[in-house]
């Protein structure tokens, strides 16, 4: 029998999943409840922090904020346009684009779903406490920042010529 892999840190990834879950447990049946998928909720919500751009965003934004795959987009996309949720239409300065706009009905429901998952926030930072849960927050955007490619990151520093 094969010897186990000798791993001295633990599996991080399977952790920030498993953080994800923990917190979805909470989120989910305020989701199902108004007939939400996980997917359509982080659409909804991406919308919904960009909705005073009145140019609405293009579909490729969607997915990388929303972190959906642009086929599985589509069709998450189809049944929101079905639904009433978000409108479609093409980009006026690039005809091959698409453009997303959360519908009234849509910011409708991102309003009543953000008290719900407010009122979780605020309760996970009563029981970590408002440093902890800063830090949380600090320790995650550093890391992601980390681990980004070498060219996204520079990518997305300022030019030091500029």
Known sequence: MPAATPFIHRNLPRLLL????AVMLH???SLRGQGLSDQ???VLRVLGEHAA???GLETGRVAREAYLLGPSLTGVLTRMERDGLISRCRCPDDA???VVRATAQGLALVQTLSHTIEAHYAWVESQLGKPKLSQLYALLDELIALEQPADLASAAEPDAEE
């Open 18 to 21: 498993q953080a994800r879950e």
């Open 27 to 29: 989120t989910r049946p």
């Open 40 to 42: 359509q909720w982080r």
């Open 53 to 55: 751009d009145p140019g």
């Open 96 to 98: 091959r684009r698409t």
